[in-house]
């Protein structure tokens, strides 16, 4: 049963992740105003690792914990 629930978590993972890629190359080919995504997904990841990296080793230590999630199998 855990391994079904933690198997279900990683699919939605995988599923987001998709996601994500899909709005990023829509806002590359379509512009900044993509009508549909309803956000600047591209502005967003910017903002995030800006922050990320204005604190030091905590920001290290999740850019290791996102890398991780990108890069598992």
């Known amino acids: 049963m855990f391994d079904t629930i933690i198997g279900s978590f990683k699919k939605l993972t995988e599923a987001g992740l998709a996601l994500i890629a899909l709005a990023i190359v829509l806002q590359v080919i379509f ?6 995504i309803g956000g600047d997904i591209i502005g967003s990841i910017t903002g995030i690792v800006a922050q990320l ?3 030091g080793l905590v920001g ?3 850019i290791a914990v996102i890398y991780s999630l990108f890069t598992r199998d």
């Open 31 to 36: 512009g900044a105003t993509v009508p549909f």
């Open 53 to 55: 990296g204005a604190n």
């Open 60 to 62: 290290l230590a999740a």
